[in-house]
């Protein structure tokens, strides 16, 4: 596609619930990466994956957080047994290698937890 | 762990006049990137300009330019003869060149309003 394409734009979901927050990037882009923003912050890594396999997923809170991209395109994040605090903006960007400097984001997914 | 702070949590300007916003950071490697990110209403990150930390002169996007004082760990972004549609928040970001560090560190960016 055009440019980083990310469903549903909004998702309302209650406590305790699972979600699925999904990520098409760039067409062709090897380089795929999750980030959550808070309410007042900047954006903080989720996980980076290249190609297939998960890079590095050092920004991953906790074990109720998963992610996968099993074909080397559209990325899923997975949220198991949600909480009030994942309320955020989960934001992903592609680019097209490793070490490319410029990433391409998506508008993001404003998930709200009640 | 690499931090970025942006101290100005709001900036305003008026409109064609010239505002420059604060970032520093903190950081133990000599090599790395730098980076202005806008982000309007719509959420999406949009580059705005990239710097290198290796090269000594300051990069220049049209209107943007940035003042990269390495010694001093400062990265400020210049936004000349400022439109309407500049206004957004802006983060600024760090990123390691190190094999194997490819994510972004972001400040907690500063909402700039241009006043018609």
């Known amino acids: 596609g055009a440019g980083v394409s990310q469903t549903p734009s909004n998702k309302v979901t209650e406590k305790g619930k699972y979600v699925e927050l999904r990520c098409d990037p760039i067409?062709?882009?090897?380089?795929l990466y999750w980030y959550r923003q808070s309410l007042g912050q900047g954006p903080e890594f989720l996980i980076y994956?290249?190609?297939?396999?998960?890079?590095?997923d050092s920004g991953l809170p906790n074990d109720r957080f998963f992610a996968v991209r099993p074909e080397g395109s559209v990325s899923t994040l997975k949220i198991q047994r949600t909480e009030r605090g994942d309320s955020a903006v989960y934001l992903c960007?592609?680019?097209?290698?490793?070490?490319?400097?410029?990433?391409?984001f998506g508008q993001g997914t404003r998930l709200t937890v009640v | 762990a690499q931090t970025v702070t942006q101290s100005q949590p709001e900036m305003s300007v008026q409109e064609a006049e010239t505002v420059t916003l604060s970032c520093t950071y903190d950081?133990?490697?000599?090599?790395?990137?730098l980076f202005w990110y806008k982000q309007p209403p719509s959420r999406q990150m949009i580059l705005v300009i990239r710097?290198?930390?290796?090269?000594?002169q300051n990069a220049t996007e049209n209107r943007f330019s940035v003042n990269f004082q390495k010694a001093a760990k400062s990265f400020s972004l210049k936004i000349s003869d400022s439109q309407l549609g500049d206004a957004a928040m802006y983060f600024c970001?760090?990123?390691?060149?190190?094999?194997?560090?490819?994510?972004?560190?972001f400040g907690t960016g500063t909402r700039l309003t241009v006043i018609p």
């Open positions: 960007a592609s680019s097209s290698g490793p070490g490319v400097t410029e990433a391409f």
């Open positions: 067409s062709g882009h090897t380089a």
């Open positions: 994956f290249q190609g297939t396999g998960a890079a590095d």
């Open positions: 950081t133990s490697e000599s090599d790395y990137y």
């Open positions: 710097q290198e930390a290796y090269k000594q």
């Open positions: 970001a760090y990123r390691s060149v190190q094999t194997g560090a490819n994510n972004l560190f």
